[in-house]
Every structure is written in structure tokens, then in C-alpha cells.
């Protein structure tokens, strides 16, 4: 797989196409668990950070850890009225992966979020956002975090993320520059605009250095 090359993305907005099915492979293990695995998942490009034991929002207390980034695809984060403060944030069940297009098809598997799932998505580099201020595009003060999810649980009202920031931007590089982070929309409403939880094949690294927003991980 190429992570330099753009995956095309619907036109259409998160509010204006439904739920689609998703047809996964599922295995039976020893102690009676069903566990869904994405197919084609090679070729991994990847880097290793090092997490700082505390949050600079809070008194953390997460061990410090090396970690292996792929950055052939990363998460993409975006949530009404969300400061990212804290530990976690949650995301609707029905806005999460394979919802409305936004994933790529061969991706959508991932919204089982079993063990081995949750596991590959924490390997994804991630972007957290809070919807636009206007449509399609936001104001020079509103930023975006570029980061990683530390862990995803799913609960009943919702799916908590563990995150962490390693450095915010205007989140607005992201509306003018949405063909590079492979962010379906148009010029008059994007995804930025909806909350939901997509994941995109494009290394969000080499975007976020071409776009003008330098990333030096620790």
C-alpha cells in the first residue's frame, strides 16, 4: 500500500447517507470469544514514540511507554463542543467507524471493536476535533489536537477514548487542506461539521509537516 496515495472520499456528509452493513470475518477461539481481524492489513509503516507519563491538563497516572505508530492511516476525532481536557472523551456508538462512509469499506471491521481491534486502532496516530464554527470552515482561534489514543472502552453510554496531545494547530489547515487528510465534503459542509469517528489512509504526519504544521514526536 502506498501512503502516499489518497484514497478517493464520498462527497456526501455524515448527516446526508445511512448506516451501512458491514460484512465481517469472524473466528471462534479456545475460551468462546468471537474476534474480528481487518484482512489485507500489511505493509505497515512504522514509528516509535515515547508517552510521557503525565498530561500536562491533568495528574495522570498512566506508566510512561514506547509505542509503535502505523502511519499508513490515522484517527480522526470530531466532537461537539469538546475541549479535550482530561483523561477521555466519548464518542456516540452510532457515529463510530463504519458509519456513513467516512472509513474506508475495507476498514469498517474495526467498528467491532474487539481486543484485536481496539489494539489496531491504538496503533493509529490520531487528530481530536470539535465540530466547525461555521460551516466548512472554522475561525483562526479554533485549534485541533494532533496525538494518540492511549485506550478505547466501550461502554453503555458510549465509547470512551484515553488520549493524549502532543501539540495543537489551527484547526482550520484542516478545511482548506481536507483533500490532504483525506476529509470527504465540500467547499460548503465537510466532515469537520458532524460529530463522528473515522478512520482515513493517509500518513497524518507527512500532512500536518506539508501543511505547515510541524510534528517532532518525543
Request: with cysteine.
Amino acid at each position: 500500500m502506498d501512503n502516499k496515495e489518497l484514497q478517493p472520499v464520498s462527497p456526501q456528509l455524515p448527516s446526508e447517507m445511512s448506516p451501512q452493513n458491514i460484512d465481517v470475518h469472524m473466528e471462534q477461539s479456545g475460551k468462546g470469544k468471537q474476534i474480528g481481524f481487518v484482512q489485507h492489513y500489511e505493509e505497515r509503516k512504522l514509528t516509535s514514540v515515547f508517552l510521557p507519563i503525565n498530561d500536562e491538563d491533568d495528574d495522570d497516572d498512566t506508566p510512561e511507554a514506547q509505542i509503535d505508530l502505523d502511519l499508513n492511516y490515522y484517527n480522526l476525532f470530531v466532537i461537539a463542543d469538546e475541549m479535550f481536557k482530561g483523561k477521555y472523551f466519548v464518542v456516540p456508538k452510532d457515529h463510530a467507524i463504519a458509519v456513513d462512509r467516512c472509513t474506508p469499506e475495507d476498514l469498517w471491521e474495526l467498528a467491532y471493536l474487539t481486543e484485536e481491534c481496539i489494539n489496531i486502532v491504538k496503533s493509529f496516530p490520531a487528530i481530536f476535533a470539535s465540530t466547525n464554527h461555521q460551516f466548512a470552515r472554522t475561525d483562526d482561534r479554533h485549534r485541533a489536537f494532533f496525538g494518540i489514543v492511549r485506550d478505547v472502552q466501550v461502554k453503555e453510554d458510549g465509547i470512551w477514548i484515553y488520549f493524549f496531545k502532543y501539540r495543537k494547530f489551527a484547526q482550520q489547515i484542516l478545511n482548506e487542506r481536507k483533500d490532504a487528510f483525506g476529509i470527504g465534503g465540500t467547499d460548503f459542509r465537510n466532515e469537520l461539521d458532524e460529530t463522528h469517528w473515522a478512520i482515513k489512509k493517509v500518513d497524518v504526519i507527512e500532512a500536518l509537516n506539508n501543511n505547515g504544521c510541524k510534528i517532532r514526536l518525543l
